[in-house]
């Protein structure tokens, strides 16, 4: 067993039978034009509701989508995912119209063993990021225990996972054990060299994550919108590109560490700039130096690309968290399929952290090649930093 695995109360061993079980999802999946358009966050909560309803019980779901801050935003409702669900499991789900008070009381009251009900959005109401109490337990009243399924909501303390774990015998799902097995392989003695990819849009959300991999891998391969306030920190003219200044300082230190550490950063040499964040404005690739005045930054270079792809051939271990550029638009996208395609095809085992990361493989095509692909960006960062997870600590024993 794993150290991150010690202790857990596995959904395997649960009395489920017969009973209401609560069962947080992480179905915050991307919509478009009012459906689901990826179900992969869906499709790896099943294996878990089809143990659960193959032993008799009454599935009560719960998931947040999108960030309302606590108010009732009419496209952020769950009736898409109710629709995918459905079609995924084969048989009917109730969607409800709230997640607490008494028609959802009287609805999941008259549910049979095998029924699947899903609660509205839980970040409808302002308890549950507050993770207050109150709201915690009107939440487990719908159930008899509680399974948290939602990997990639582990690193948030709020109601739906860490609250209710107050109120109910507590289970880890069959996701949750699944992500800890797979990342524990970066956790415990990985293989080296250990080379993390970072990117992303913005350097102030990767600076604790940079803080904490110096002690961790072999280099850091820096590529993004957090490779221009790199470059600025280390005295590269950058045009336009977005930097955080506020955080300039504090990267120099993250630098001076890596060197005391031995830790390799690796930063773009090159890069693909645009006069505009739009797929049909002028590009031009040149050197980090190079950068016109007034131009944008928004995508690694060939000749970066190439960098990369050695360090990646090099590797026994790669974590990949964070795009390579504006992927989302083709002219910017080059970067992020090249480094996706050089870990399908490594020798490595490699991991990609979820989030928006994870669909960019998928999008790409290179999903069969990557040894895993975290369904949580957040929750997998702060797992290989070695951060404690409370809503993970709240399911052991």
């Known amino acids: 067993m794993t150290d991150i695995a010690r202790g857990l109360r596995r959904v395997q061993d649960a009395p489920v039978e017969g009973k209401s079980v609560l069962v947080r999802v992480d179905y915050n999946v991307p919509l478009r034009a009012g459906t689901v358009a990826d179900d992969s966050r869906i499709t790896a909560s099943l294996p878990t509701l089809h143990h659960l309803m193959e032993r008799g019980a ?29 079609d995924l499991l084969r ?18 009251g008259k549910g049979k063993p095998g ?16 993770n207050d109490a109150d709201f915690a337990r009107s939440l487990a009243r719908l159930g008899e225990l509680y399974v948290n399924d939602a990997f990639a909501a582990l690193h948030r303390a709020h109601a739906s996972t860490e609250g ?28 080296r060299p250990y080379v993390a990819i970072v990117g992303g849009k913005k350097a102030e959300s990767k600076l604790g994550a940079l ?9 850091i391969l820096i590529g993004g919108g957090v490779a221009f306030t790199f470059l600025h920190a280390t005295g590269h003219e950058v045009g336009a590109s977005v930097v955080d200044a506020s955080i300039v300082e504090e990267i120099r230190d993250v630098v001076r ?14 890069v693909v700039a645009a006069r505009a964040v739009s797929a ?75 989030g928006e990361t994870g669909e960019a493989v998928v999008q790409m095509g290179e999903e069969h090649g990557i040894s895993y692909i975290s369904t949580g960006g957040g929750a ?18």
């Open 58 to 86: 009454k599935l009560v779901l719960m998931s947040h989508l999108g960030d309302p801050e606590g108010k009732v935003v009419p496209e952020l409702r769950l009736d898409p995912v109710a629709d995918r669900l459905r």
């Open 91 to 108: 048989r009917p789900v109730e969607k409800l119209t709230d997640c607490i008070g008494e028609a959802v009381s009287k609805a999941v």
């Open 115 to 130: 029924d699947v009900f899903l609660l509205e959005n839980v970040r409808f109401h302002p308890g549950e990021s507050a």
């Open 164 to 191: 209710v774990t107050r109120f109910l015998p507590s289970y880890a799902g069959m996701l949750i054990q699944k992500e800890i097995e797979a990342l524990s392989r970066l956790t415990d003695r990985p293989e």
């Open 211 to 219: 803080r904490d991999l110096l002690g961790r891998v072999d280099a």
């Open 257 to 270: 560490l890596a060197g005391e550490k031995k830790v390799r950063i690796v930063l773009p040499c090159d």
């Open 280 to 354: 049909s404005a002028e590009t031009t690739t040149v050197p980090v130096d190079g950068i016109p005045a007034g131009w944008i930054g928004l995508d690694i270079g060939p000749k970066t690309v190439e960098l990369f792809r050695r360090e990646i051939a090099r590797a026994r271990t790669v974590v990949w968290t964070g795009p390579m550029g504006a992927f989302e638009l083709e002219p910017f996208s080059q970067g992020t399929r090249a480094v996706a395609s050089a870990l399908a095809h490594a020798r490595a085992f490699t991991v990609v952290g979820g």
């Open 380 to 397: 997998c960062l702060a797992l290989l930093r070695g951060k404690s997870l409370p809503a993970l600590e709240a399911l052991r024993g």
